[in-house]
């Protein structure tokens, strides 16, 4: 069973900054893009920021210049630095696999992120 796994959420207040990691151990990560979404209670996943295997990433224009996502393909994981955090980034956090070749795509479960002072 392929298992992406997320940590790194948490409370924070207005401004600070929070890491993200995505555990893609169990998966070939060269062969897949990789997402981070986010989603309210009710409301649809909003794709936040993507990157390829070259490292060529793209963000939603709400978190631009604010997020920023890399790989450390050393240690099988994706990352979400999230800076200047605003209340309304308070969401789960998921990250999403998607392979570059075929019709596979593999989801973690979600971490929590709480922007409130």
């Known amino acids: 069973q392929v298992q992406l796994t997320e940590s790194g959420g948490g409370l924070v207040q207005p401004g600070g900054s929070l890491r993200l990691t995505c555990d893609t151990s169990?998966?070939?990560?060269?062969?897949?893009?990789i997402n981070w979404y986010r989603q309210l209670p009710g409301k649809q996943r909003e794709l936040v920021a993507s990157?390829?295997?070259?490292?060529?990433?793209s963000y939603a224009r709400s978190v631009k210049g604010r997020f920023t996502i890399f790989r450390e393909n050393a240690e099988n994981t994706v990352h979400l630095q999230m800076n200047s955090l605003k209340p309304e980034d308070t969401a789960v956090y998921l990250c999403n696999a998607n392979h570059r070749f075929r019709s596979l795509t593999y989801w973690g479960q979600g971490t929590q992120v709480t922007v409130s002072s």
């Open positions: 169990d998966i070939t990560a060269s062969l897949f893009v």
């Open positions: 990157i390829l295997d070259d490292g060529t990433a």
